[in-house]
């Protein structure tokens, strides 16, 4: 096995899946070319849906989302990014249909991507967190089940903090543990907390890993509340989430957004029920990792103009500033290493 990192440039693994690690990734490679993408492996929405349906493959939209954060060939990265708007393949993204079949060709999803890797010319690596082929499943306080990712982020949670797990049971991929253990910074994307995250988390092994790194942990937190499921949760209650699907506390810092959306662009372009995450100072200042405040909002409204992409159409619209949010990550890292000031 070869290790996901080789240079003596900072170290960053990316843990998350989908438009938030897409957002983080697009400008941490101007940081460094030392960065490994470690994707969530339970998508079953959209095109990622139909080719596991269909074919028995596994789950190849996030990792494409990664693949052309990180790519280097503008027109390569277009043409993954392609979806057919008419036809048998309407829906499908290109670069999808490109992972399923190299993964079909070779017999491994792993080679697959290294090898959709060297066409793209992409920085750093993408390593899907397992090559199980899993199932994200949900068990309610009342004892109700729900499978499936895209099931799950639809459903109405009432309030709860429900009990999530992986089936069958994940395997986690050696070069994500080891992405963790090499790492200067390991980042918790933004991105769904249940539907994209907790896939990642709950496999395995991950929290123990994240536990025992050496790496500068920390958690870029939401600009939205998602209705239905994170409705009133502040910056806190969100990495407590966080650490509660990994099953540990790791988190070092906290990156928040302290400019809130006007109400204009809220009413604008918000989907219903999202709220801007509110923070509360107090508990911040008391908490076991450094949490650090800035202006996150993207000044352009994130578009998506294909509506063959049903999953992305329901999206929120209020991205991060990921020039602003990469910034934020290395400066509070290289303060953190200058000053020791470890609060665990």
Known sequence: MTDPFSETQVKIAVIGGGTGSFTLLSALKDHTTQLAALVNMADDGGSTGMLRDELGALPPGDVRQCLVALSRTPEIRDLFNYRFDEGSLKGHAFG?????????MTGDFGRGVELASEVLNIVGVVEPITQTNVTLAMRSQNGEETLGEFEITEKDFAGEKPEFWLTP???PSPRALRAIELADIVVI???NLYGSLAPALIVPGIGEALEKSNAFKVYVCNL???????????VSEF???IERLAGRKFLNAVIYNTEKPSDELLKKYAKEGE???EYDKAKLETAPYIAAGSQLVANEIWQNSNRSDPIGVARTLIRHDSAAVATAIIEIHDYYRASKKVKH
């Open 96 to 104: 999808n249909l490109f992972l399923t079949a190299l993964e079909k």
């Open 169 to 171: 049971d994940a395997i």
């Open 189 to 191: 994307a933004p991105g």
């Open 224 to 234: 939205v509340t998602k209705p239905g499921q994170t409705d009133g949760y502040d």
């Open 239 to 241: 990495a407590q989430e």
């Open 275 to 277: 709220l801007s995450v």
